[in-house]
């Protein structure tokens, strides 16, 4: 029988053996199996002390190490982009410094790989573990089969290390840097403009503004004499409600240059975004910019405009007039910093520049912490899908995990059930394969035409608002020719560079269910008749919402605009009578 001296000794010789995988990599192994034996035979006193002080020592040592880790581990991108902005192309090198970057990332990726079919333990995987491996290196799915051989290169031993592996890895998943659009605000995707574009020249005249109303009244589909956004929605009578349908793609103002082919889809959208020549085959070197300050250099047969093959030249001399570094930082805040020849902006949470007639804001996040609220949200799951309370689950308990892959995929072993560290390695995996990757995402910030004229940000524009709505875009209308063009509304852009994202916890995932239908504003002023008669809630009584004679109505309406207003209902003497 164990009495309690022995039984504390064991303690300690238990929380010493637990140590041993934390710092076997700081303390060489035999020092550390020496100091074990020696405490085996020493008093409690003496093995207190001996044990505080190795781990103090052994404490140091690591966090010593620690400190290297993320010099070690971190990663520089390195990228060449086009900005295309409304007057301007612009050249652009972007750098980002990552801790723990995305090679690293990925390396990790391939260890799991290993330590998940590598049934024997040996270290590798032989050819029937390696057939196994999952196609587009994920977690599970349909096996490579005999394709796995085609991984077999370093060197060829018919089995797989975890060098090949990380080789895989990397082909699976493409390149470390990626771009993505950010999904447009619900104005941003309405067919507007070409509702009110009468002579379709592009602009919007103000006798096309006046007369706006009786164009966009049948898309009035509530006949409520006010047009929201869900109703300029292409189909919006299929639209479900509290959704809302965007654009297959969209339109990015932001180019890699890096690839032959890259260059050429770059070539081929400035051409059609800035070309002015009518066929759309060259721009004017104006409308280019170079570090050299002298775009000029690359029209080589001198006629003042850059053709196809001359805009090629120029891409592909990679000359950048703007330079963009962020930092993703673990353990301090991410930063991003911008140059511009002899100007440099601060190192800090954002930076602001002006690019080819373009606001753009330029932030970086590290959105490590997605992975980690992955993981959580799945156990919490588990605990709730496990109705027996058997400590695994069953293909029945299955579904209510809302994992978009079968049972099978996820029960690595086969054995029908489901272990929570089992779950916890799936969800894991894919989290660290979604932050494999650099990404920069483009979001568009400037307002249109729409949300410019929805003067109370309703999201639905009134008659009121579409007659006075001229008035409000003076201050777009650049050339003063009454007349609003595309390019004279402001453009405004936000980069924002961080690790791959999970959109199920982005902010921007479920941004556009939240503002689809109309922001109707109680009315809480003006006479009790006012109130009860604006039954659309936009602060005005049309005639067609006035209950009264229209000889009434013409007396309310001091200002003769067809439309009572809040002053005009409070200058009243007395409420209105009924409809005779």
Request: glycine content about 6%.
């Amino acid at each position: 029988m164990l009495n309690r001296t022995n039984i504390r000794r064991r303690k300690f010789v238990e929380i010493a053996a637990s140590s041993a995988a934390l710092y076997s990599e700081c303390v060489p192994d035999f020092v550390f199996r020496t100091r074990l034996l020696l405490m085996l035979h020493l008093p409690d006193q003496r093995v207190l002390a001996i044990w505080g002080c190795f781990l103090m020592l052994t404490t140091t040592a690591c966090m010593g190490q620690d400190r290297k880790k993320p010099a070690e581990s971190s990663a520089t991108v390195q990228w060449n982009l086009v900005f295309i902005g409304p007057d301007q192309a612009v050249p652009i090198s972007v750098t980002v410094r990552a801790d723990e970057g995305p090679l690293a990332r990925r390396k990790k990726l391939a260890a799991m790989l290993l330590l998940r079919f590598d049934s024997d333990k040996d270290g590798k995987l032989s050819a029937a573990e390696a057939a196994r491996l999952p196609m587009r290196a994920k977690a599970s799915g349909t096996g490579l089969g005999d394709k796995w051989k085609a991984l077999d290169r370093l060197p060829v031993d018919d089995s797989l290390s975890v060098e090949e592996l990380t080789e895989f890895v990397n082909e699976q998943l493409g390149p470390v840097f990626q771009m993505s659009i950010r999904p447009p605000r619900l104005a941003q995707s309405v067919e507007f403009v070409p509702r009110l574009d009468a002579d379709h020249d592009q602009l919007i005249s103000s006798q096309e503004l006046l007369g706006g109303m009786a164009r966009l009244r049948q898309a009035d589909l509530d006949d409520d004499e006010a047009v929201s956004i869900a109703e300029l929605q292409p189909n919006p009578r299929r639209a479900i409600p509290n959704s809302q349908q965007t654009p297959r793609s969209y339109p990015t103002p932001v180019f890699p240059v890096n690839t032959p082919d890259e260059v050429s889809i770059a070539v081929q959208r400035i051409l059609e975004a800035l070309g002015s020549d009518g066929q759309g085959t060259s721009v004017a070197v104006a409308r280019i910019q170079s570090a050299s300050g002298q775009p000029e250099i690359f029209d080589a047969n001198h006629d003042g405009r850059l053709n196809s093959e001359e805009l090629t030249l120029w891409a592909q001399a990679k000359q950048p007039v703007v330079q963009i570094t962020a930092a993703l930082a673990q353990r301090r805040p991410s930063t991003v910093q911008i140059e511009e020849g002899t100007t440099k902006t601060p190192a800090g949470a954002k930076a602001s520049i002006h690019l080819g007639g373009a606001a753009v804001e330029v932030n970086a996040t590290n959105n490590r912490a997605e992975q980690t609220d992955s993981t959580k949200l799945y156990r919490v799951r588990f605990l709730t899908a496990d109705q027996n309370k058997n400590g695994y689950l069953e293909e029945t308990e299955f579904p209510t995990l809302q994992l978009s892959v079968p049972y099978k995929d996820v029960d690595a072993n086969g054995d029908g059930m489901l272990m929570r560290e089992e779950l916890t390695t799936f969800v894991e995996f894919d989290a660290i394969a979604l932050q494999a990757h650099i990404e920069l995402m483009v979001g568009e910030e400037g307002k249109t035409l729409f949300e410019l004229l929805d003067s109370n940000t309703d999201r639905r524009l009134t008659m009121r608002e579409i007659r006075e709505g001229f008035s409000r875009l003076a201050g777009v209308d650049r050339n003063h020719d009454e007349r609003v063009a595309q390019s004279e509304l402001e453009s405004r852009y936000r980069f924002t560079f961080s690790f791959g994202r999970n959109m199920e916890f982005s902010p921007t995932g479920n941004a556009q269910a939240m503002l689809t239908t109309p922001r109707l504003r109680s009315q809480n002023t003006g006479p009790i008749w006012y109130r009860r008669m604006d039954r659309n809630l936009d602060g005005d009584i049309s005639w067609r919402e006035f209950l009264g004679s229209r000889e009434q109505f013409i007396k309310l309406d001091q200002n003769a605009d067809e439309l009572i207003d809040l002053n005009e209902a409070n200058a009243a003497s007395e409420p209105s009578a009924g409809k005779n």
